[in-house]
Antibody, heavy 120, light 104 residues
Framework: QVQLQESGPGLVKPSETLSLMCSVS??????????WGWVRQPPGKGLEWVGS???????YYNPSFESRLTISFDIWKNQFSLKLGSVSAADTAVYFC????????????WGPGTLVTVSS | EIVLTQSPGTLALTPGERATLSCRAS??????VAWYQQKPGQTPRLIID???SRAPGVPDRFSGSGSGTDFTLTISRLEPEDFAVYYC??????FGQGTKVEIK
């Protein structure tokens, strides 16, 4: 059964770049049939799709983040990353890495999530 | 950008009652809608895939329907463990704002 695990700093300063990594086990980020992506949830609020990348490397970003967002693979480590630039307090959230089915986009696996706080 | 609107925001019911949750899309999304359940402090759990397919292990009291712009999640008889927040999502992208099902 696939497992995902987020890692990265829990505290980021305003205007800096938020960087997270997701480690994948029991599956391959390059195996056809899935997307790999990020969902976030501000404290006490709802879920927000951030962006996804297909197994072939095509990236799809939420337009709200597009200008400051990069999702990429490290295929040798079987990981994928999120970089969100110019952060503000509004980016404080639990960030989940997820696996999505290519045909439907349905999220069928979630990491446990990691809280990232943007504060000076 | 497609917007999903869920209603009601909160549904207060007693165990054994029927829950009907709505998700409306601003543009047609075919049947590419999934429903997730989230309990406090937990990761969301897939309940319904492709509008009407129950995920493995989900009790048959959960059912989904709809296509195009209007979708419904129905819980036929609420069990205590069903009280949670439910989100719809279209094609792996936009989420609705959630419906909280709480004990009346």
């Amino acid at each position: 059964q696939v497992q995902l695990q987020e890692s990265g700093p829990g505290l980021v300063k305003p205007s800096e770049t938020l960087s997270l990594m997701c480690s994948v086990s029991a599956d391959s980020v390059t195996r056809y049939g899935h997307y790999w992506g990020w969902v976030r949830q501000p404290p006490g609020k709802g879920l927000e799709w951030v962006g996804s990348m297909s197994s072939s490397g095509n990236a799809y970003y939420n337009p709200s983040f597009e200008s400051r967002l990069t999702i990429s693979f490290d295929i040798w480590k079987n990981q994928f990353s999120l970089k969100l630039g110019s952060v503000s307090a509004a980016d404080t959230a639990v960030y989940f890495c997820v696996r999505q089915r290519m045909v439907s986009g349905t999220i069928d696996a979630w990491g446990p999530g990691t809280l990232v706080t943007v504060s000076s | 950008e497609i917007v999903l609107t869920q209603s009601p925001g909160t549904l207060a019911l007693t165990p054994g009652e029927r829950a009907t949750l709505s998700c409306r899309a601003s543009q047609p999304v075919s049947f590419h809608v999934a429903w997730y359940q989230q309990k406090p402090g937990q990761t969301p759990r897939l309940i319904i895939d492709e509008a009407s397919s129950r995920a493995p292990g989900v009790p048959d009291r959960f059912s989904g329907s709809g296509s195009g712009t209007d979708f419904t999640l129905t819980i036929s008889r609420l069990e205590p463990e069903d009280f949670a927040v439910y989100y719809c999502q279209q094609y792996g992208r936009t989420f609705g704002q959630g419906t909280k099902v709480e004990i009346k």
